[in-house]
Nanobody
Framework: VQLQASGGGLVQAGGSLRLSCAISARTYTVYMMGWFRQAPGKEREFVAAISPSGTSTYYADAMKGRLTISRDNTKNMMYLQTNALRPEDTAVYYC??????????????????WGQGTQVTVSS
């Protein structure tokens, strides 16, 4: 299973970005998918997750209301629409895949597969 994140870049505060994650897996639809981020000097943290069917979504409180996670199971793709970005959102954003668990969607150890990350930089 391989994941490839893309869509990061440099954006001004208040701007938006749409991150994408392509997954190469025969059984893509069985995986819960998630986004995590790691800012300089900080530990990696949960951002958002989506159930295998896409009907359930989960968000970190710090970014709730500014994010929309989605997936297209016909294309083996996952997306993260980020709006009203702030300088503190600057980080490397990683996509990940793992077995679905409604109580551990924000736990990094629940995810077995990780992409390489895409850099998001928000200027003030």
């Amino acid at each position: 299973v391989q994941l490839q994140a893309s869509g990061g870049g440099l954006v001004q505060a208040g701007g938006s970005l749409r991150l994408s994650c392509a997954i190469s897996a025969r059984t893509y639809t069985v995986y819960m998918m998630g986004w995590f981020r790691q800012a300089p000097g900080k530990e990696r943290e949960f951002v958002a997750a989506i159930s295998p069917s896409g009907t359930s979504t989960y968000y970190a409180d710090a970014m709730k209301g500014r994010l929309t996670i989605s997936r297209d199971n016909t294309k083996n793709m996952m997306y993260l629409q980020t709006n009203a970005l702030r300088p503190e959102d600057t980080a490397v954003y990683y996509c990940a895949a793992g077995d679905y668990n409604t109580r551990k969607y924000d736990v990094q150890a629940q995810y077995d597969y990780w992409g390489q990350g895409t850099q998001v930089t928000v200027s003030s």
